[in-house]
């Protein structure tokens, strides 16, 4: 697909759930009874009447805290950073950016409350967050026509849903690069992951790269979410990982924050099959992982890891950090290594984009999403791709058709430092392509 779409298809307008002049017309008594029996309200007025000339422009960042499973305090505090800084330079073109955050709990219930906070304070999009509840906030959002701008690729349906704008390939890109290099240098491999909706989605993904490869599939592990231990499954991960002794196999850990926890039973069990590898992806392996794991002599020594984006030296990352070091005021929560961190200030710099292109006009959810549907191109400064979104992209024939950055990064550990294992970014378009995952 090549060139600006005058309109978006009655299609679109369907999956969104009601047309621009539903939202901005006048109710029918019908749904004005409807709307009675709401909490929160219709989810009619989300931007539709503000931003427009000085007024602030209203946004929200959500993300689970303060949780026994994993979680990304430093998305929705680098939001409320960023948005100190960019007010201190005149805002966003002209107008002030008031950031709203939420705690999701990693709760469904929560995380719809937040979608109708979201409606209810007129929020024109939701940026940069993270929650595996897309099954109960995206419902909220399209009801109300409201824009989910780089969340953290956590869940499919952010992948699949108009109203959605991913500036990165989520768990299917790292899943897919990190197999394609399995493929290569493993024996048999186990995948341990969550025993969750989001986690029933990973060993499609690790597979695509993995037979992509020549390899067969990996062995599937279904571990829960926010144990305290995981010395039984290291065991059987141990195991299945060393059924051929000719090849010693990997263990693939991706459990997000509990990955730090299932490493601490891994270690100890590993010490009756030294020559067992592992490997995980960003957001459930980091530096601050690999530092409180030991270091050179912890259990990641060695272990590839695939990401989204440039190494946090890479110079492409200086203004974010320069955010940082001027508006966090010593919050260790936000941390540039922090892939949620990253993935935030470049959501941000999709809507500082998108707002920027309405020049004078009124900024609300409408006027983004038809900004970001028309062919706007955005330049994130070498972080990623640029990125444009386009209805049916390229995954679409695989159930992904908002997924426009493919793109991961190999990292390894070496002598305890999380380090760039090769030059520059893999497009694993084609490896998602042949995937199984419709």
Known sequence: MTGRRPTRSTFLRGLIGRSRATRTGALSAGALAACASLTVGCGIVPGATGGSGDDPITVMTWAP?????????????????????????GGLAGRELNVLTCNDHNDGITAAKCARRAVKENAVAVVGSYSQHADSFFPVLEGAGIPYIGGYGITNTEFTSPLSYPVNGG????????????????GPVTLVRPDTIAGD??????????????????????????????????????ERATTDPAEPGCV?????????????????????????????????????TVNASGGASGPYE?????????????????????????????????????????TTWIAYTVLKAAVESLGDGEASADTLTRALDDGLKIDTGGLTP???????????????????NAEVTLQVVRQGRLVSARDGAVDTTRTLQNADVT
């Open 386 to 404: 640029p990125l444009q979104w386009e209805f049916a992209d390229k995954l679409a024939s695989v159930g992904f058709p908002r997924l426009v």
């Open 252 to 288: 693939v850990p991706v459990l997000g924050d509990r990955t730090g926890t299932f490493m601490d039973s891994f270690r100890r069990a590993r010490e009756e099959y030294p020559e067992v590898d592992t490997a995980s992806v960003l957001g459930s392996v980091d530096q601050a």
């Open 65 to 89: 805290q303060d949780t026994g499973a994993t979680n990304k305090p430093g998305m929705p505090a680098f939001a409320q950073a960023y948005a100190r800084w960019i007010n201190d330079r």
């Open 302 to 342: 060695g272990a590839y890891v695939t990401g989204w984006y440039p190494a946090v030296n890479d110079p492409a990352w200086d203004t974010m950090k320069k955010v940082i070091k001027e508006q966090s005021f010593g919050d260790n929560n936000v941390d540039a290594a922090d892939a949620g961190v990253q």
């Open 201 to 238: 989605q990973l060993p499609v993904l690790l597979d695509s790269g993995l037979t992509a490869g020549g390899h067969e599939r990996a062995h599937d592990q279904r571990a829960a979410e926010d144990a305290t231990a995981y010395d039984g499954q290291s065991e059987r991960a141990l």
């Open 171 to 186: 768990q299917p890109a790292l899943l897919a690069g990190l197999g394609s290099t399995l493929a290569g240098s493993c």
